[in-house]
């Protein structure tokens, strides 16, 4: 049985949405809330933040969550894990499989690792449901194989759909990446060792650095939505769906983060 590393990647120095990491979600930052999220899952052998920011490793300090300093350099977060990974087999602490979970996807639910991680690259994906997602740059869109493999990802709403050239009348379904990514160690390190592609660098995404490197990039679907809070009317989103869940529950969270059940009283 393979054992697992978790990697949470954390940038302070976020373009679209500077120190996100470390912003309040509900009494928590938002880098808590991943960790936590990422934690229920129970084949971990060990979960660290990865980041380059001393402001995020205090911050992890202080609720002892294990943070690995990395490199300022690097082009993206599979890059950061692949550091991490030469850190960890360099003390003999390595694992068989790492999983990369970004570290602005509060809402990760972790049954979507609960599938089968045995190929060398493996990533996830879901149907796109709220139509600004579908022409939203922010959402990557991925398009798959019949045998499950990525044929490309792009922020542009693929497939294109104009009414004058579709064959058919079908329902447009736009699929998008979920943010999570199982990697052998290897396979890190080949990633890493790649130059950064021609498509990769146009649309700003990671994964295709290995398409056009003729390496499989395999998809499993999940039911579990994620968002990714790449601006900060995301981390709005990500609040609101938070509260929701709270109250299909019979409970309320307030926004300082204490929980009560559906009489008022107070639970955290």
Request: charge should be negative.
């Given at each position: ?256 983060g204490s929980i009560?059940?559906?009489s008022g009283f107070?639970?955290?």
């Amino acid at each position: 049985m393979a054992n697992y590393i978790g990697i949470i990647p954390a940038r302070y120095q976020s373009s679209r949405f500077p120190g996100k990491s470390l912003c309040d979600i509900l009494g928590k930052s938002m880098i808590q809330r991943v960790y936590e999220s990422v934690m229920k899952w129970d084949k971990w052998e060990k979960v660290y933040v990865a980041t380059d920011s001393e402001i995020i490793e205090s911050k992890c300090k202080e609720i002892n969550i294990p943070c690995i300093m990395t490199k300022n350099n690097h082009v993206d977060c599979l890059d950061r894990a692949s550091e991490v990974v030469r850190i960890l087999e360099e003390k003999n602490e390595g694992a068989d499989k790492y999983i990369v979970i970004q570290g602005d996807e509060p809402l990760f639910n972790v049954e979507t690792l609960n599938v089968d991680l045995s190929p060398s690259v493996v990533n996830f994906y879901t149907k796109v449901v709220e139509r600004h997602e579908m022409y939203d740059t922010n959402t990557v869109k991925v398009i798959v194989s019949n045998n499950k493999k990525a044929i490309y990802f792009s922020r542009y709403s693929l497939p294109y759909h104009d009414e004058k050239t579709k064959r058919n009348y079908d329902e447009v379904i736009i699929y998008k990446q979920i943010c999570a990514y199982v990697f052998t160690g290897e396979m890190l390190k080949i990633y890493n060792n790649l130059k950064t592609s021609s498509l990769e660098n146009m649309e700003g995404i990671g994964l295709n650095r290995l398409i056009e490197n003729d390496i499989e990039v395999h998809m499993r679907y999940t039911d579990h939505d994620s968002i990714g809070v790449d601006v900060p009317e995301d981390r709005n989103r990500a609040i609101n769906i938070i509260k929701k869940q709270y109250k299909n529950n019979g409970m309320t969270i307030s926004d300082d983060g204490s929980i009560m059940d559906c009489s008022g009283f107070k639970m955290i």
